[in-house]
């Protein structure tokens, strides 16, 4: 019965490679988010979708590609990784509506690239 | 720039007190707060929310407090207990009335309740 799931939760791989983290929810929420915890444990929105489209979308390298086959999944595809690129990586969602609303996040994907 | 400070890395409390975490922002435009609380090796967990409409909000334990003229909100746990130990992020958002909001987080507070 989980809400928000994503796979995988450990990720070691090597400089160069090109790899995804896959994202799925089942709470029937309309919006998804990426969100990247550095190593100083802040918390950073790199994007977001609502319905398959891209809302917000920060200042990230080009190399980093969301894709939302429809509205329960927000995969995040990294092209090249980069030593800088090792985060823990969170997925969330929220039900969508004017004014006020909680994301609800997954448990996490830990990248390492060495 | 930070838009959301969390000035305290660490807190303890005794079991059975208060715990108070605080939270200071710099942009006028955000109008709801949320307090996250994150366990090692899990996500950030929704613990309570406050519109800019209130200054009070309360959950069982959990009320939060919004000063909106000093830009400050704070979580008060009371009782503290050993379960709460974990990782407290607070977080803003701009709602404007536009889909797809940016929760802006601190760095939050790590409280550990001692027994």
């Known amino acids: 019965d989980t809400a928000v799931s994503q796979t995988p939760k450990y990720l070691v791989t090597q400089m160069g490679n090109d790899k995804s983290i896959k994202c799925e929810q089942n709470l029937g929420h309309d919006t998804m988010y990426w969100y990247k915890q550095d190593s100083k444990k802040f918390l950073k929105i790199m994007f977001s979708y609502n319905n398959k489209e891209l809302i917000i979308n920060e200042t990230v390298p080009n190399r980093f590609s969301p894709k939302s086959p429809d509205k329960a999944h927000l995969n995040l595809h990294i092209n090249s990784l980069e030593l800088g690129d090792s985060a823990v990586y969170f997925c969330?969602?929220?039900?969508?509506?004017?004014?006020?609303?909680?994301?609800?996040f997954g448990q996490g994907t830990r990248l390492t690239v060495v | 720039d930070q838009q959301v400070k969390q000035n305290s890395p660490s807190l303890s409390v005794q079991e059975g007190r208060i715990s108070i975490l605080n939270c200071d922002y710099t942009?006028?435009?955000?109008?709801?707060f949320l307090w996250y609380k994150k366990y090692p090796a899990e996500g950030p967990t929704f613990l309570i929310s406050?519109?800019?409409?209130?200054d009070k909000n309360e959950d069982g334990r959990f009320t939060v407090f919004l000063n909106k003229s000093a830009k400050h909100l704070s979580l008060h746990i009371v009782p503290s207990q050993p379960g709460d130990s974990a990782v407290y992020f607070c977080a803003a958002s701009a709602s404007g009335g536009n889909y797809g909001q940016n929760f802006v987080f601190g760095p939050g507070t790590r409280l550990s309740v001692l027994p």
């Open positions: 942009n006028s435009m955000f109008d709801y």
């Open positions: 406050i519109s800019s409409i209130k």
């Open positions: 969330a969602s929220s039900h969508e509506r004017q004014g006020f609303t909680e994301a609800f």
